[in-house]
């Protein structure tokens, strides 16, 4: 059985807001977004800043108080870049979870 080079992901044109009153009043950017389903991983640039985190596909539902998403096209990920996104998102969050109490004990 051959090995795949490439994981399945989706891109997705998506909006966001910087805050909770960004929201109630209607301002939201647009970005792009590409999501991996079969990692549950997203990603995506804002604000010149790369996130990468967990993510589910409901993310994308239409059931939500902002625009529509949109699926823009579905494409092909070399594998290695996927295996990069999950160790990003596991490291930030042992990262997460070994800063906590440092930030907690300054309360």
Not at 35 to 44: D, K
Not at 52 to 67: H, L, V, W
Not at 71 to 83: H, R, S
């Amino acid at each position: 059985m051959k090995k795949e080079k490439t994981v399945k992901a989706e891109l997705w044109k998506i909006s966001i807001c910087g805050s909770a009153i960004d929201m109630v009043h209607g301002s939201y950017q647009r970005i792009s977004e590409l999501y991996i389903p079969s990692e549950g991983i997203t990603c995506n640039l804002a604000d010149e800043y790369l996130h990468c985190f967990e993510t589910e596909k409901d993310r994308y539902g239409i059931n939500k108080p902002q625009p529509k998403s949109e699926l823009i096209t579905k494409v092909d990920i070399p594998i290695e870049i996927v295996k990069d996104m999950k160790n990003y998102v596991n490291l930030r969050k042992k990262i997460e979870t070994d800063i906590a109490p440092i930030f907690n004990g300054l309360e």
